[in-house]
Protein backbone atom coordinates (compact mmCIF):
# COMPACT_ATOMS: atom_id res chain seq x y z
CA UNK A 1 0.00 0.00 0.00
CA UNK A 2 0.89 3.82 -0.54
CA UNK A 3 1.43 6.04 1.89
CA UNK A 4 -1.13 7.82 0.51
CA UNK A 5 -4.05 4.54 0.19
CA UNK A 6 -2.91 4.14 3.81
CA UNK A 7 -3.57 7.43 4.88
CA UNK A 8 -7.01 7.51 3.43
CA UNK A 9 -8.27 4.02 4.17
CA UNK A 10 -7.42 4.79 8.15
CA UNK A 11 -9.51 7.82 7.84
CA UNK A 12 -12.45 5.98 6.17
CA UNK A 13 -11.81 3.21 8.76
CA UNK A 14 -11.84 5.61 11.34
CA UNK A 15 -14.93 7.73 10.96
CA UNK A 16 -16.52 3.94 10.42
CA UNK A 17 -15.32 2.21 13.27
CA UNK A 18 -17.82 4.93 15.58
CA UNK A 19 -20.19 4.79 12.68
CA UNK A 20 -23.41 5.03 14.95
CA UNK A 21 -22.02 8.78 15.92
CA UNK A 22 -20.68 9.15 12.54
CA UNK A 23 -23.18 7.97 10.54
CA UNK A 24 -26.30 6.60 12.41
CA UNK A 25 -26.83 10.08 14.06
CA UNK A 26 -26.30 12.32 11.24
CA UNK A 27 -29.19 10.57 9.44
CA UNK A 28 -31.13 10.89 12.48
CA UNK A 29 -31.02 14.22 12.56
CA UNK A 30 -31.90 14.67 8.86
CA UNK A 31 -34.95 12.52 9.78
CA UNK A 32 -35.99 14.62 12.03
CA UNK A 33 -35.72 18.21 10.32
CA UNK A 34 -38.13 15.82 7.82
CA UNK A 35 -40.69 15.08 10.12
CA UNK A 36 -40.97 18.51 11.72
CA UNK A 37 -40.92 20.49 8.50
CA UNK A 38 -42.51 18.66 6.72
CA UNK A 39 -45.14 18.33 9.19
CA UNK A 40 -45.28 21.85 9.51
CA UNK A 41 -44.93 23.11 6.07
CA UNK A 42 -46.75 20.36 3.54
CA UNK A 43 -48.94 22.01 1.48
CA UNK A 44 -48.51 25.66 2.95
CA UNK A 45 -45.19 26.45 0.73
CA UNK A 46 -45.03 25.32 -2.96
CA UNK A 47 -41.66 26.15 -4.64
CA UNK A 48 -41.79 24.57 -7.77
CA UNK A 49 -45.22 23.44 -9.35
CA UNK A 50 -45.61 19.80 -9.53
CA UNK A 51 -43.01 19.66 -6.88
CA UNK A 52 -44.50 18.56 -3.15
CA UNK A 53 -42.55 20.23 -0.20
CA UNK A 54 -41.57 16.79 1.02
CA UNK A 55 -40.03 16.57 -2.49
CA UNK A 56 -38.67 19.66 -2.38
CA UNK A 57 -36.96 19.36 0.84
CA UNK A 58 -35.46 16.29 0.89
CA UNK A 59 -32.71 17.11 -1.86
CA UNK A 60 -31.52 19.61 0.05
CA UNK A 61 -31.61 18.09 3.65
CA UNK A 62 -29.57 15.05 1.97
CA UNK A 63 -26.81 17.70 0.30
CA UNK A 64 -27.00 19.52 3.55
CA UNK A 65 -25.69 16.32 5.86
CA UNK A 66 -23.64 15.60 2.73
CA UNK A 67 -21.78 18.92 3.51
CA UNK A 68 -21.72 19.32 7.43
CA UNK A 69 -20.22 15.52 7.33
CA UNK A 70 -17.61 16.22 5.17
CA UNK A 71 -16.48 19.01 7.07
CA UNK A 72 -16.73 16.87 10.69
CA UNK A 73 -14.76 14.81 8.78
CA UNK A 74 -11.76 16.11 8.26
CA UNK A 75 -12.34 18.82 10.67
CA UNK A 76 -12.89 16.53 13.61
CA UNK A 77 -9.90 14.00 12.86
CA UNK A 78 -6.86 16.53 12.44
CA UNK A 79 -7.94 18.53 15.67
CA UNK A 80 -8.35 15.06 17.92
CA UNK A 81 -4.68 14.22 16.11
CA UNK A 82 -3.53 17.61 17.51
CA UNK A 83 -4.74 17.54 20.58
CA UNK A 84 -3.60 14.18 21.31
CA UNK A 85 -0.30 14.42 19.89
CA UNK A 86 -1.12 11.11 17.22
CA UNK A 87 -0.57 13.62 14.37
CA UNK A 88 3.34 12.87 14.36
CA UNK A 89 2.45 9.23 12.65
CA UNK A 90 1.12 10.71 9.85
CA UNK A 91 3.91 13.53 10.15
CA UNK A 92 6.98 11.12 10.55
CA UNK A 93 6.05 8.87 7.03
CA UNK A 94 7.23 9.93 3.92
CA UNK A 95 4.22 11.52 2.54
CA UNK A 96 4.14 14.46 0.53
CA UNK A 97 1.50 17.38 1.61
CA UNK A 98 -0.40 16.55 -1.58
CA UNK A 99 -0.86 13.28 -0.72
CA UNK A 100 -1.72 14.35 2.94
CA UNK A 101 -4.63 16.32 1.14
CA UNK A 102 -5.79 14.13 -0.85
CA UNK A 103 -6.19 11.79 1.78
CA UNK A 104 -8.01 13.66 3.93
CA UNK A 105 -10.98 15.22 1.61
CA UNK A 106 -11.00 12.01 -0.45
CA UNK A 107 -12.18 10.16 2.94
CA UNK A 108 -14.57 14.17 3.95
CA UNK A 109 -16.41 12.99 0.56
CA UNK A 110 -16.81 8.86 1.20
CA UNK A 111 -18.61 10.20 4.71
CA UNK A 112 -20.20 12.88 3.29
CA UNK A 113 -21.60 10.65 0.51
CA UNK A 114 -22.25 7.40 3.04
CA UNK A 115 -24.65 9.66 5.10
CA UNK A 116 -25.90 11.25 2.52
CA UNK A 117 -27.15 7.95 0.74
CA UNK A 118 -28.21 6.78 3.97
CA UNK A 119 -30.92 9.71 4.28
CA UNK A 120 -32.28 9.18 1.20
CA UNK A 121 -32.76 5.42 2.03
CA UNK A 122 -34.62 6.91 5.22
CA UNK A 123 -36.75 9.69 3.47
CA UNK A 124 -37.80 7.32 0.39
CA UNK A 125 -40.38 6.15 2.79
CA UNK A 126 -42.20 9.42 2.72
CA UNK A 127 -41.67 10.54 -0.75
CA UNK A 128 -41.14 10.07 -4.62
CA UNK A 129 -38.23 11.62 -6.26
CA UNK A 130 -38.17 12.30 -10.22
CA UNK A 131 -34.39 11.59 -10.17
CA UNK A 132 -34.26 13.78 -13.51
CA UNK A 133 -30.55 13.39 -14.07
CA UNK A 134 -28.55 11.33 -11.14
CA UNK A 135 -24.96 12.35 -12.99
CA UNK A 136 -25.70 15.88 -11.55
CA UNK A 137 -26.50 14.82 -8.29
CA UNK A 138 -22.91 12.85 -8.07
CA UNK A 139 -20.94 16.05 -9.41
CA UNK A 140 -22.60 17.85 -6.53
CA UNK A 141 -22.38 15.58 -3.40
CA UNK A 142 -18.95 15.03 -5.10
CA UNK A 143 -18.14 18.79 -5.58
CA UNK A 144 -19.53 20.02 -2.64
CA UNK A 145 -18.24 16.80 -0.01
CA UNK A 146 -14.53 18.09 -1.03
CA UNK A 147 -14.97 21.92 -0.58
CA UNK A 148 -16.23 20.93 2.54
CA UNK A 149 -13.85 18.53 3.54
CA UNK A 150 -11.16 20.96 2.24
CA UNK A 151 -12.60 23.40 4.49
CA UNK A 152 -12.36 20.91 7.33
CA UNK A 153 -8.56 20.52 6.61
CA UNK A 154 -8.36 24.33 6.86
CA UNK A 155 -10.62 24.38 10.17
CA UNK A 156 -8.77 21.25 11.79
CA UNK A 157 -4.84 22.82 11.07
CA UNK A 158 -5.51 26.38 12.15
CA UNK A 159 -7.83 25.41 15.16
CA UNK A 160 -5.37 24.71 18.30
CA UNK A 161 -8.43 24.04 20.65
CA UNK A 162 -11.79 21.85 20.15
CA UNK A 163 -13.87 25.29 21.34
CA UNK A 164 -12.05 27.00 18.49
CA UNK A 165 -13.07 24.15 15.86
CA UNK A 166 -16.71 24.91 16.87
CA UNK A 167 -16.40 28.13 16.59
CA UNK A 168 -15.78 27.68 13.27
CA UNK A 169 -18.72 25.19 12.68
CA UNK A 170 -21.04 27.49 14.47
CA UNK A 171 -20.21 30.53 12.48
CA UNK A 172 -19.47 30.00 9.08
CA UNK A 173 -20.40 26.11 8.02
CA UNK A 174 -23.79 26.50 9.82
CA UNK A 175 -25.14 29.64 8.90
CA UNK A 176 -23.70 28.63 5.26
CA UNK A 177 -25.85 25.89 5.04
CA UNK A 178 -28.56 27.29 6.75
CA UNK A 179 -28.84 29.84 4.74
CA UNK A 180 -28.49 28.39 1.68
CA UNK A 181 -32.15 27.54 0.54
CA UNK A 182 -32.24 23.85 2.12
CA UNK A 183 -36.24 24.50 3.54
CA UNK A 184 -36.80 27.68 0.81
CA UNK A 185 -36.56 28.85 -2.10
CA UNK A 186 -34.34 31.31 -2.24
CA UNK A 187 -37.06 33.17 -4.40
CA UNK A 188 -39.28 33.57 -1.68
CA UNK A 189 -37.15 35.88 0.13
CA UNK A 190 -37.01 39.87 -0.36
CA UNK A 191 -35.08 40.88 -2.86
CA UNK A 192 -31.58 41.88 -0.55
CA UNK A 193 -31.67 38.52 1.30
CA UNK A 194 -31.93 37.12 -2.26
CA UNK A 195 -28.89 38.56 -3.33
CA UNK A 196 -26.99 38.07 -0.81
CA UNK A 197 -27.70 34.46 -0.74
CA UNK A 198 -25.93 34.72 -4.41
CA UNK A 199 -22.65 34.98 -2.07
CA UNK A 200 -23.36 31.83 -0.14
CA UNK A 201 -21.09 29.05 -2.41
CA UNK A 202 -23.96 26.44 -0.39
CA UNK A 203 -26.69 27.94 -2.24
CA UNK A 204 -25.54 26.50 -5.42
CA UNK A 205 -24.12 23.05 -4.14
CA UNK A 206 -27.94 23.12 -2.95
CA UNK A 207 -29.56 24.18 -6.09
CA UNK A 208 -27.27 22.14 -8.33
CA UNK A 209 -27.74 18.95 -6.24
CA UNK A 210 -31.34 19.66 -5.91
CA UNK A 211 -31.83 19.91 -9.81
CA UNK A 212 -30.31 16.49 -10.33
CA UNK A 213 -33.58 14.97 -8.42
CA UNK A 214 -36.15 17.31 -9.41
CA UNK A 215 -34.86 19.14 -13.11
CA UNK A 216 -35.88 22.50 -11.80
CA UNK A 217 -33.82 25.02 -10.02
CA UNK A 218 -33.20 28.45 -8.96
CA UNK A 219 -30.40 29.21 -10.84
CA UNK A 220 -29.15 27.24 -14.04
CA UNK A 221 -26.83 23.98 -13.16
CA UNK A 222 -23.82 25.02 -15.40
CA UNK A 223 -23.57 27.91 -13.42
CA UNK A 224 -24.06 26.13 -9.98
CA UNK A 225 -21.08 23.66 -11.50
CA UNK A 226 -19.30 26.26 -12.28
CA UNK A 227 -19.43 28.05 -8.73
CA UNK A 228 -18.56 24.81 -7.20
CA UNK A 229 -15.76 24.18 -9.22
CA UNK A 230 -13.87 27.29 -8.80
CA UNK A 231 -14.67 27.18 -4.96
CA UNK A 232 -13.19 24.02 -4.51
CA UNK A 233 -9.99 24.82 -6.94
CA UNK A 234 -9.41 28.20 -4.48
CA UNK A 235 -10.04 26.29 -1.32
CA UNK A 236 -7.81 23.73 -2.61
CA UNK A 237 -5.08 25.50 -3.77
CA UNK A 238 -5.43 27.65 -0.34
CA UNK A 239 -4.95 24.49 1.49
CA UNK A 240 -2.35 22.72 -0.29
CA UNK A 241 -0.36 26.26 0.42
CA UNK A 242 -1.06 26.16 3.89
CA UNK A 243 0.17 22.12 4.29
CA UNK A 244 3.23 23.07 2.26
CA UNK A 245 4.58 25.83 4.20
CA UNK A 246 3.71 23.26 7.23
CA UNK A 247 1.13 25.62 8.87
CA UNK A 248 0.85 24.71 12.28
CA UNK A 249 1.83 21.52 11.56
CA UNK A 250 5.62 21.57 11.19
CA UNK A 251 7.37 24.64 12.90
CA UNK B 1 32.83 7.33 1.08
CA UNK B 2 29.60 6.46 2.63
CA UNK B 3 27.74 9.23 3.71
CA UNK B 4 27.31 9.58 8.29
CA UNK B 5 23.94 8.25 9.61
CA UNK B 6 22.98 11.12 10.94
CA UNK B 7 24.92 15.21 9.89
CA UNK B 8 23.98 18.32 10.90
CA UNK B 9 25.55 21.72 10.06
CA UNK B 10 24.79 24.66 11.77
CA UNK B 11 21.34 24.26 12.23
CA UNK B 12 19.68 27.25 14.48
CA UNK B 13 16.07 27.35 15.24
CA UNK B 14 14.37 30.15 16.95
CA UNK B 15 10.92 29.92 18.58
CA UNK B 16 9.65 33.84 19.32
CA UNK B 17 11.93 35.13 21.95
CA UNK B 18 13.48 31.59 22.88
CA UNK B 19 16.65 30.51 21.16
CA UNK B 20 15.83 26.70 21.17
CA UNK B 21 18.91 25.89 18.81
CA UNK B 22 22.29 28.20 18.28
CA UNK B 23 24.20 26.59 15.89
CA UNK B 24 24.63 23.03 16.27
CA UNK B 25 27.03 20.57 14.26
CA UNK B 26 27.20 17.36 14.66
CA UNK B 27 27.93 13.72 12.62
CA UNK B 28 26.80 10.60 14.41
CA UNK B 29 28.66 7.18 12.03
CA UNK B 30 26.54 4.27 10.96
CA UNK B 31 26.56 1.54 13.58
CA UNK B 32 26.99 4.09 16.39
CA UNK B 33 24.94 4.05 19.62
CA UNK B 34 24.88 7.68 20.75
CA UNK B 35 23.83 9.82 23.56
CA UNK B 36 22.34 13.14 23.74
CA UNK B 37 22.12 14.75 26.73
CA UNK B 38 21.51 17.86 28.57
CA UNK B 39 18.96 19.65 31.13
CA UNK B 40 15.29 20.30 29.87
CA UNK B 41 14.69 22.99 27.49
CA UNK B 42 18.49 22.69 26.17
CA UNK B 43 17.13 22.20 23.01
CA UNK B 44 17.66 17.76 22.30
CA UNK B 45 13.93 17.60 21.24
CA UNK B 46 14.21 20.48 19.13
CA UNK B 47 17.16 18.86 17.67
CA UNK B 48 15.33 15.29 17.01
CA UNK B 49 12.72 17.25 15.78
CA UNK B 50 14.25 18.77 13.26
CA UNK B 51 15.97 15.87 12.24
CA UNK B 52 12.30 14.52 11.48
CA UNK B 53 11.20 16.94 9.81
CA UNK B 54 8.66 18.16 12.22
CA UNK B 55 10.67 21.26 12.82
CA UNK B 56 11.64 23.29 10.12
CA UNK B 57 15.25 25.08 11.24
CA UNK B 58 16.09 28.58 10.57
CA UNK B 59 19.44 27.93 9.20
CA UNK B 60 21.47 24.91 8.24
CA UNK B 61 21.46 21.88 7.38
CA UNK B 62 20.46 18.40 8.17
CA UNK B 63 21.12 15.18 6.85
CA UNK B 64 19.99 11.20 7.52
CA UNK B 65 21.92 8.59 5.60
CA UNK B 66 23.19 11.27 3.48
CA UNK B 67 19.90 12.36 2.40
CA UNK B 68 18.47 16.12 2.87
CA UNK B 69 16.16 16.13 5.43
CA UNK B 70 14.05 18.84 3.54
CA UNK B 71 14.80 18.70 -0.07
CA UNK B 72 15.09 14.82 -0.05
CA UNK B 73 12.56 14.38 2.95
CA UNK B 74 11.05 10.84 1.26
CA UNK B 75 14.40 8.73 1.31
CA UNK B 76 15.34 10.81 4.49
CA UNK B 77 12.45 10.11 6.64
CA UNK B 78 12.77 6.49 5.26
CA UNK B 79 16.11 6.32 6.99
CA UNK B 80 14.88 7.58 10.35
CA UNK B 81 12.96 6.04 13.17
CA UNK B 82 11.48 8.13 16.28
CA UNK B 83 10.17 6.82 19.72
CA UNK B 84 8.75 10.08 20.79
CA UNK B 85 9.08 11.58 24.39
CA UNK B 86 5.10 12.02 24.73
CA UNK B 87 2.66 8.95 25.34
CA UNK B 88 0.38 9.50 21.88
CA UNK B 89 -1.41 6.75 20.53
CA UNK B 90 -4.43 7.08 18.31
CA UNK B 91 -7.44 5.62 20.25
CA UNK B 92 -9.31 4.30 17.34
CA UNK B 93 -7.12 1.28 16.87
CA UNK B 94 -5.78 -2.18 17.75
CA UNK B 95 -1.92 -2.25 18.64
CA UNK B 96 -1.96 -4.48 15.18
CA UNK B 97 -3.49 -1.97 13.27
CA UNK B 98 -1.57 0.74 15.05
CA UNK B 99 1.31 -0.77 13.67
CA UNK B 100 -0.31 -2.22 10.31
CA UNK B 101 -1.20 1.49 8.97
CA UNK B 102 2.31 2.81 10.36
CA UNK B 103 3.84 0.83 8.12
CA UNK B 104 1.51 1.52 5.01
CA UNK B 105 2.40 5.12 5.35
CA UNK B 106 5.58 3.97 4.51
CA UNK B 107 4.43 2.20 1.61
CA UNK B 108 5.38 -1.17 2.54
CA UNK B 109 3.48 -4.12 1.65
CA UNK B 110 2.36 -7.46 3.44
CA UNK B 111 4.39 -5.99 6.62
CA UNK B 112 2.49 -8.40 8.91
CA UNK B 113 5.82 -11.12 9.15
CA UNK B 114 7.89 -7.82 9.99
CA UNK B 115 5.24 -6.88 12.60
CA UNK B 116 4.88 -9.83 14.14
CA UNK B 117 8.50 -10.51 14.69
CA UNK B 118 8.52 -6.79 16.63
CA UNK B 119 5.47 -8.06 18.26
CA UNK B 120 7.21 -10.91 19.72
CA UNK B 121 10.63 -9.22 20.56
CA UNK B 122 8.71 -5.94 22.35
CA UNK B 123 6.85 -8.83 24.80
CA UNK B 124 3.08 -7.58 22.61
CA UNK B 125 2.38 -10.22 20.68
CA UNK B 126 -0.95 -10.88 23.29
CA UNK B 127 -2.13 -7.54 23.01
CA UNK B 128 -2.20 -7.56 19.33
CA UNK B 129 -6.36 -6.87 19.35
CA UNK B 130 -5.97 -5.00 22.04
CA UNK B 131 -7.14 -1.29 21.58
CA UNK B 132 -4.89 1.04 22.17
CA UNK B 133 -6.73 2.77 25.03
CA UNK B 134 -6.89 -0.27 26.74
CA UNK B 135 -2.75 -0.47 26.99
CA UNK B 136 -0.84 0.65 30.29
CA UNK B 137 1.39 3.12 29.64
CA UNK B 138 4.43 1.04 29.51
CA UNK B 139 2.66 -1.15 27.52
CA UNK B 140 2.16 2.31 25.17
CA UNK B 141 5.71 2.92 25.31
CA UNK B 142 6.25 -0.47 23.56
CA UNK B 143 3.97 0.45 20.81
CA UNK B 144 5.86 3.56 20.11
CA UNK B 145 9.27 1.51 19.92
CA UNK B 146 7.20 -1.01 17.65
CA UNK B 147 6.08 1.92 15.79
CA UNK B 148 9.26 3.68 14.89
CA UNK B 149 10.82 0.37 13.98
CA UNK B 150 7.69 -0.91 10.66
CA UNK B 151 9.85 0.24 8.48
CA UNK B 152 12.97 -1.10 9.33
CA UNK B 153 14.82 2.48 9.46
CA UNK B 154 18.72 2.31 9.78
CA UNK B 155 18.75 5.21 12.04
CA UNK B 156 16.76 4.84 15.45
CA UNK B 157 16.09 8.05 17.36
CA UNK B 158 14.48 6.90 21.07
CA UNK B 159 13.41 10.46 22.71
CA UNK B 160 13.37 9.71 26.62
CA UNK B 161 11.78 5.94 26.03
CA UNK B 162 12.24 5.28 29.49
CA UNK B 163 10.58 7.77 30.98
CA UNK B 164 8.11 6.69 33.57
CA UNK B 165 9.19 3.00 32.86
CA UNK B 166 9.44 0.22 35.61
CA UNK B 167 12.51 -1.79 35.63
CA UNK B 168 11.82 -4.82 33.76
CA UNK B 169 10.44 -3.27 30.99
CA UNK B 170 13.54 -0.91 30.41
CA UNK B 171 15.85 -3.71 30.53
CA UNK B 172 13.87 -5.35 28.36
CA UNK B 173 13.86 -2.60 26.28
CA UNK B 174 17.75 -1.91 26.04
CA UNK B 175 18.51 -5.62 25.47
CA UNK B 176 16.33 -5.18 22.07
CA UNK B 177 17.95 -1.68 21.30
CA UNK B 178 21.20 -3.27 21.85
CA UNK B 179 20.43 -5.69 19.40
CA UNK B 180 19.36 -3.80 16.63
CA UNK B 181 22.81 -1.60 17.39
CA UNK B 182 24.42 -5.10 16.88
CA UNK B 183 22.17 -5.44 13.87
CA UNK B 184 23.66 -2.65 12.65
CA UNK B 185 21.18 0.01 13.16
CA UNK B 186 22.58 3.59 13.95
CA UNK B 187 20.82 4.34 17.58
CA UNK B 188 20.15 7.86 19.38
CA UNK B 189 18.99 8.04 22.33
CA UNK B 190 18.30 10.96 24.92
CA UNK B 191 17.67 10.32 28.34
CA UNK B 192 17.64 11.96 31.91
CA UNK B 193 18.97 8.90 33.41
CA UNK B 194 22.76 9.36 33.01
CA UNK B 195 23.70 6.11 34.30
CA UNK B 196 21.48 4.50 31.30
CA UNK B 197 23.47 6.57 28.77
CA UNK B 198 27.01 5.36 30.59
CA UNK B 199 26.16 2.00 29.74
CA UNK B 200 24.74 1.88 26.13
CA UNK B 201 26.29 4.92 24.32
CA UNK B 202 29.97 4.69 22.75
CA UNK B 203 29.90 8.68 22.54
CA UNK B 204 27.64 11.28 23.80
CA UNK B 205 27.12 14.71 23.03
CA UNK B 206 25.83 17.14 26.18
CA UNK B 207 23.42 20.08 25.24
CA UNK B 208 22.91 23.26 26.88
CA UNK B 209 20.82 26.06 25.39
CA UNK B 210 20.95 25.58 21.71
CA UNK B 211 24.73 24.61 21.85
CA UNK B 212 26.33 20.96 22.12
CA UNK B 213 28.73 21.66 25.30
CA UNK B 214 30.71 18.47 24.99
CA UNK B 215 31.29 15.53 22.15
CA UNK B 216 33.39 12.63 23.14
CA UNK B 217 33.45 9.00 23.77
CA UNK B 218 32.01 7.94 26.59
CA UNK B 219 35.09 6.57 28.04
CA UNK B 220 37.22 10.20 27.28
CA UNK B 221 34.42 12.12 29.16
CA UNK B 222 34.52 9.75 32.20
CA UNK B 223 38.25 10.61 32.40
CA UNK B 224 37.60 14.16 32.96
CA UNK B 225 36.50 13.74 36.41
CA UNK B 226 39.35 12.48 39.25
CA UNK B 227 39.58 8.98 39.75
CA UNK B 228 38.07 7.54 42.34
CA UNK B 229 35.75 8.20 45.17
CA UNK B 230 36.87 6.75 48.63
CA UNK B 231 34.67 7.10 51.40
CA UNK B 232 35.00 5.61 54.83
CA UNK B 233 33.28 5.11 58.02
CA UNK B 234 35.92 5.55 60.95
CA UNK B 235 35.87 3.61 64.19
CA UNK B 236 33.97 5.07 66.90
CA UNK B 237 35.84 8.25 68.43
CA UNK B 238 38.78 7.96 65.92
CA UNK B 239 40.32 10.92 64.22
CA UNK B 240 42.16 10.58 60.77
CA UNK B 241 46.09 11.28 61.29
CA UNK B 242 47.14 14.67 60.39
CA UNK B 243 48.68 13.90 57.26
CA UNK B 244 44.80 12.63 56.18
CA UNK B 245 42.58 15.09 57.18
CA UNK B 246 43.98 17.63 54.87
CA UNK B 247 42.64 16.12 51.94
CA UNK B 248 39.65 14.63 53.18
CA UNK B 249 36.34 16.07 53.09
CA UNK B 250 33.61 15.35 56.13
CA UNK B 251 30.61 13.92 55.47
CA UNK B 252 27.20 13.53 57.09
CA UNK B 253 26.44 10.17 58.68
CA UNK B 254 30.24 10.53 59.96
CA UNK B 255 31.54 9.66 56.83
CA UNK B 256 34.39 10.85 55.61
CA UNK B 257 35.64 11.08 51.82
CA UNK B 258 38.36 11.40 49.28
CA UNK B 259 39.67 12.15 45.82
CA UNK B 260 41.70 9.37 44.22
CA UNK B 261 43.36 10.36 40.76
CA UNK B 262 44.45 6.52 41.14
CA UNK B 263 43.72 3.09 42.84
CA UNK B 264 46.89 2.46 44.15
CA UNK B 265 46.85 5.96 46.41
CA UNK B 266 43.79 3.65 48.23
CA UNK B 267 47.17 1.63 49.64
CA UNK B 268 48.65 4.62 50.96
CA UNK B 269 46.08 5.64 52.61
CA UNK B 270 44.45 2.46 54.30
CA UNK B 271 48.37 2.11 55.27
CA UNK B 272 48.42 5.52 57.15
CA UNK B 273 45.00 4.68 58.90
CA UNK B 274 46.91 1.24 59.96
CA UNK B 275 49.46 2.59 61.63
CA UNK B 276 47.69 5.49 63.67
CA UNK B 277 45.61 2.51 64.78
CA UNK B 278 42.48 3.84 63.32
CA UNK B 279 39.70 1.17 62.83
CA UNK B 280 37.98 1.55 59.94
CA UNK B 281 33.89 0.23 59.92
CA UNK B 282 32.70 0.83 56.26
CA UNK B 283 34.43 1.46 53.21
CA UNK B 284 32.60 2.38 50.22
CA UNK B 285 34.75 2.83 46.58
CA UNK B 286 32.85 4.51 43.61
CA UNK B 287 33.50 5.08 40.04
CA UNK B 288 33.59 8.08 38.38
CA UNK B 289 30.29 8.25 36.57
CA UNK B 290 28.61 10.06 34.27
CA UNK B 291 26.88 12.17 36.55
CA UNK B 292 29.83 13.98 37.63
CA UNK B 293 31.05 14.96 34.26
CA UNK B 294 27.15 16.34 33.30
CA UNK B 295 27.52 18.49 36.64
CA UNK B 296 30.90 19.71 35.76
CA UNK B 297 30.39 19.96 32.10
CA UNK B 298 26.80 21.80 32.65
CA UNK B 299 28.67 24.18 35.05
CA UNK B 300 31.31 25.26 32.87
CA UNK B 301 29.41 25.90 29.82
Known sequence: MNGFRTLFYKETLRFWKVGFQTVAAPVLTAMLYLLIFAHVLEGRVQVYEAVSYTGFLVPGLVMMSVLQNAFANSSSSLIQSKVTGNIIFVLLPPLSYREFFAAYVLASVVRGLVVGAGVLVVTLWFVRLPWASPLWILAFAVLGGAILGALGVIAGIWSEKFDQLSAFQNFLIMPLTFLSGVFYSIH???????????????????????????????????????????????????TLWMLKRGYKLRH | MSSPAIRIAGVTKRFGAVQALAGVDLEVARGEFFGLLGPNGAGKTTLISALAGLVRPDDGRLEVMGHDVQADYRAARRSLGVVPQELVFDPFFTVRETLALQAGYFGIRDADPWIDEILENLDLTSKARVNMRALSGGMKRRVLVAQALVHRPQVIVLDEPTAGVDVELRQGLWQF?????????????????????????????????????????????????????????????????????????????????????ACDELEAILRSLREAGVRVEDMELGRPDLEQVFVQVMRGA
Not at chain 2, 196 to 207: F, H, P, Q, V, W
Not at chain 2, 233 to 238: E, I, P, T, V
Open chain 1, 188 to 238: SLPQFWQEVSHYNPVFYLIDGFRYGFLGVSDVPPLRSLAVAATCLAVLSAF
Open chain 2, 177 to 261: VRRLNRDGHTIVLTTHYLEEAESLCGRIAMMKQGRIVALDTTANLLDRVPGHALRLRLGNGARLPEGLAVCAREEAGGMVSFDLA
